[in-house]
């Protein structure tokens, strides 16, 4: 489709070219999200990074869904909020401990995999064909993974926390899979504030649990890097949003992958890491792997940063 054919939204017809822009701000903006995070979880632990992220999101959202038209879910929605809060905890709390513990890029190249595992867990629980293109896009995936996993070893002053990074991230990326099927099943059932400002309040929630024993009152200096945080990533969720009601899946996720680009720019800015040639092999060809996927189902190939 060129840029001058017009597609439909829900506010009229626009050109593709302008979803296509604002999507790749939304990566830009939750790229910059990334590598604020990992600067926190440096200072203050993945679990407080977290914790306290969740409780402004929960501030901001339920601001915007009480000023709106709004209803209270029923318990049956209630139940499926609370189900996709305790995964998407999962996720946030791994894939943050493993950006901790691996190079802005590895972290981000790995969690690529996730639209790879979404597409298998929808055959499972939904019952959805697995395509050809399915079982060749895994291929291309697996063997990302293992060149960027390969480049780890030998390295004795490295190897052993990038290895446990490794393996949390791509446990993030499992149940992120499972968050995207979730995630489709609250759309047909709740509006998008509603389901912002409910999962971030059963985020907030569930990780007070354990607050008494591993909760720390943040520094200060770190309560404007917290609220710069909550801005990137809620003001990339809605251009995310925005650019999905737009147009189809397949135009937009390629603009997904240049969030590597954007973690290998502030990785080497901000943290001063290097590149090596075994994430930038492993990454493209899991890149491969999901452009492959896409064009079996693009909509289940939508980016991590969207739902989380």
Not at 87 to 101: A, C, E, H, M, N
Not at 164 to 185: C, D, K
Not at 277 to 301: D, M, Q
Request: neutral net charge; proline residues 4%; aromatic residues 10%.
């Amino acid at each position: 489709m060129s840029a001058a054919v017009k597609t439909s939204s829900l506010t009229g017809a626009v050109s593709p070219l302008v979803p296509v822009l604002v999507c790749a701000l939304a990566i830009f903006l939750l790229s910059g999200m990334d590598a604020a995070m990992k600067t926190l979880v440096i200072a203050v632990g993945v679990y407080n990074t977290v914790l306290w992220r969740s409780f402004l999101a929960t501030a901001v959202a339920g601001a915007a869904w009480s000023a709106g038209s709004r209803s209270l879910p029923t318990i049956a929605v209630l139940r499926l909020h609370a189900l996709r809060a305790v995964v998407v905890g999962i996720v946030l709390i791994s894939f943050f401990w493993g950006l901790g513990r691996l190079p802005l890029a590895e972290a981000v190249g790995l969690s690529f995999v996730a639209p790879l595992i979404a597409l298998f867990l929808a055959a499972l629980l939904l019952g959805e064909r697995v395509r050809r293109e399915a079982i060749w896009a895994s291929m291309a995936g697996i063997a990302g993974v293992a060149i960027i996993v390969s480049g780890q070893f030998g390295q004795a002053s490295y190897s052993h926390d990038a290895l446990l990074g490794t393996a949390a991230v791509l446990v993030s990326t499992v149940f992120y899979g499972y968050n995207l099927i979730l995630a489709r099943q609250q759309a047909q059932v709740a509006k998008p504030i509603e389901i912002m400002f409910f999962q971030s309040l059963a985020v907030a929630i569930i990780l007070s649990l354990a607050a008494p024993w591993l909760a720390v009152a943040l520094p200060a200096n770190l309560w404007l890097p917290l609220a710069g945080v909550t801005a990137l990533s809620l003001a990339g969720q809605f251009l995310m949003s925005w650019s999905y009601a737009r147009a189809e899946a397949q135009y937009l996720i390629p603009t997904e992958y240049s969030a590597f680009i954007w973690a290998i720019a502030f990785g080497w800015f901000f943290f001063d890491e290097a590149v090596t040639w075994t994430t930038l092999a492993g990454a493209c060809l899991i890149v491969a792997g999901c452009l492959i996927a896409a064009r079996a189902n693009p909509k289940l190939a939508e980016p991590i940063e969207a739902a989380v």
